[in-house]
């Protein structure tokens, strides 16, 4: 059962993998053209706010109008590379029809079953699988200093200082403000694309478990 553990596992990472190497294909370039464009949007926009910094008005008020559509298009481009470089599971699964947030989540479990499938799994095994880990993720959790009261409340308010002295320094009471939003949307962005998010251990086999949950519905029976 273990073995099968990591087989679901690293199934699910290659996926993750098998996608942005996709993504990032010479063959993807019709498709990934908005985010060639929005990678270039996104340095003019550093270039902007770093001139706002020394150049406030009206500088400034125009890099945060310009973070709002600038931040829609970062989601929208790759959407649309999505969307074009794996057109035939997007049409077969109606992806496209269900609630845009969960797009991304829908088609990676489409992968996932399509992978498990070929592997020979049948639903009885993912079923299973699933049940084992979820008896995995029923063990106490050990205890941790974040549970501690006395840790908490330092933690509270040294988050709370830090908070204040960023408010009255220098850098933030000019321009740079914006050049620290726009570094820090990018640095989402980034982690996102190239990462697929950031996946501690228990919410991945927690992602596994969900989709194992679902291809034991579909996939064929013993």
Known sequence: MLKDCALANSTYKEIRKDIRNRLFSRSAYPATRPMIAMA???????????????????????????????????YWSRQYAMRHLFRSIYRSEKINKQPRFKRDELFKYVLFRDKLDAAGWTAQRAAKVAEYYSLMESIPKPY?????????????????????AIKISAWFSTGYAAVSLVLCVGALYIAWVFLDGVHVPAQQRAYVRRDLQRAAMELRSE
Request: hydrophobic share 60%.
């Open 144 to 164: 941790s200093l974040s549970q501690n009261f006395l840790f908490i409340f330092i933690v509270g308010l040294m988050v709370g200082l830090t908070t204040e």
């Open 40 to 74: 270039f949007l996104t340095l003019l926009l550093i270039i902007i706010s770093t001139y706002a910094a020394f150049n406030p008005v009206p500088w400034s008020v125009i890099t945060y109008i310009l973070l709002i559509p600038w931040a829609i298009g970062l």
